[in-house]
């Protein structure tokens, strides 16, 4: 929450030349890419094991080795968001920063779930539902953000 904070400032402060904003959506686009698709691969995992097809072993390894790409794709939609110029009196802006903020906060709740799911080896059902939720919620607020992000394009 911190740094959406510093990227709304930052955001105040900068105003990039054309050659930077056009750099800008195409990293932004890139960090999508690989923090959508990587929380997908998980999400993914997590359906396989609700369907009998894989382990929750398997779910919480893969969550724990895509860790890195999911917060590097979050930190580098903000940093480039923060060179788009984004319209703060636009509502759906605003919704879309909140969602952003959903994803993140969700991720460090997530992390948490998960390192107790990997400590167990029965879990109780009151994690699985909390992990559940959280991978329900995430995909919310990629999503949203995604097509807001769309229809905010120029
Ligand atoms: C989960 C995080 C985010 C996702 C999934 C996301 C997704 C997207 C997508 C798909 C686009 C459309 C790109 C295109 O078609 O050219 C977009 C555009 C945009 N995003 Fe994001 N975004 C995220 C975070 C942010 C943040 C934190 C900001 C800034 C505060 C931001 C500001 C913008 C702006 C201003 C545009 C319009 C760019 C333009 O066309 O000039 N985004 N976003």
């Given at each position: 929450?911190?740094?959406l904070a510093g990227v709304v400032l930052g955001s105040h402060l900068v105003d990039p030349p054309p050659a930077l904003h056009t750099a800008a959506q195409f990293v932004h686009l890139a960090c999508?890419?690989?923090g959508l698709g990587s929380v997908l691969a998980v999400d993914w995992l997590g359906?396989?094991?609700q369907l009998g097809r894989a382990t929750l072993r398997e779910v919480v390894s893969t969550a724990a080795a895509l860790a890195v790409p999911i917060w590097l794709g979050l930190s580098g939609l903000m940093l480039s968001g923060m060179l788009l110029s984004p319209d703060y009196e636009s509502t759906i802006t605003l919704v879309k920063l909140a969602m952003v903020g959903v994803a993140g906060v969700v991720g460090v709740?997530?992390?948490?779930?998960?390192r107790r799911l990997a400590a167990r080896t029965s879990p109780s059902r009151r994690l699985l539902r909390a992990g559940l939720l959280?991978?329900?919620t995430s995909q919310l607020?990629?999503?949203t953000a995604t097509v807001?992000?769309?229809?905010n394009r120029t």
């Open positions: 929450m911190v740094a999508v890419v690989l359906l396989r094991w709740l997530a992390l948490a779930v998960s959280m991978a329900a607020a990629w999503w807001i992000g769309f229809l």
